[in-house]
């Protein structure tokens, strides 16, 4: 229920029309991406089949027809959501980001994020737990540690200074709720996810917002 209202704010914040012309305008065509990233994401798997060695084999087209499947469904969603918001236009504000779209910054494949990482993954502590254990999930971290450590920039002059501005924030909902046992589980995974990241609770480059 959490992820699901932060979604539909987020939506509305980053991926409404008026965010798409100002990305269209003012940031040169790039977008602030978002992804959900929960037990109900598609695909679970993998998009190839594995060998006993690990070996990548055929493609497992069971598991993509499943997420083709999936993105049609929502695409008929999407065409039934904009169809009703022209109908009832006052109600059109909180129903249209109540719904994923496909043509924006949202993500809607577990593959598209295991492979780039958003710039906002919504997650819950559960799911976080999985995919630091699991292989299919490396890539989030691989990528998103490169990212910090500002691997992508050639000029080794430059790269410290890209460096200091790419800070990672850890934000964490109805932060209240975390005591007592419960608590000290999730203060552990928190630590787990900046050790992985090549982070501390102190590092320069890491925030936490809480609410």
Same mark, same amino acid.
């Given at each position: ?74 695409? *008929?969603?999407?065409?039934? *959501?904009?169809?009703?918001?022209? !109908?009832? &236009? ?26 780039? &990482?958003?710039? !906002? ?8 737990? !999985? ?30 200074? *890209? ?18 046992? &419960? ?17 501390? &609770? ?10």
């Amino acid at each position: 229920a959490l992820v699901e209202d932060q979604m539909a704010r987020l939506r509305k914040a980053i991926d409404s029309d008026k965010a798409r012309k100002w990305y269209e305008n003012q940031g040169k065509g790039n977008r602030i991406y978002l992804g959900r990233y929960n037990g109900s994401t598609m695909v679970a798997g993998y998009e190839y089949e594995f060998d006993m060695n690990g070996k990548r084999g055929k493609v497992n087209y069971k598991k993509i027809d499943e997420l083709k499947k999936y993105m049609e469904d929502l695409q *008929v969603l999407q065409a039934n *959501v904009e169809s009703y918001c022209n !109908i009832h &236009p006052e109600k059109a504000d909180e129903t249209r980001y109540s719904f994923p779209r496909l043509d924006g910054a949202e993500m809607h494949s577990r593959w598209d994020m295991q492979d780039t &990482p958003p710039d !906002i993954l919504i997650t819950n502590f559960s799911m976080l737990s !999985i995919m630091l254990m699991r292989e299919c999930d490396k890539g989030i971290f691989e990528e998103t540690r490169k990212w910090l450590n500002a691997e992508d920039i050639q000029d080794e002059g430059k790269r410290d200074q *890209v460096k200091e501005n790419r800070v990672f924030h850890i934000v964490l909902d109805e932060l209240h709720l975390y005591r007592g046992t &419960p608590g000290t589980e999730i203060s552990y995974l928190i630590r787990l996810l900046l050790l992985r990241l090549g982070l501390n &609770p102190r590092h320069p480059q890491v925030r936490f917002l809480a609410s």
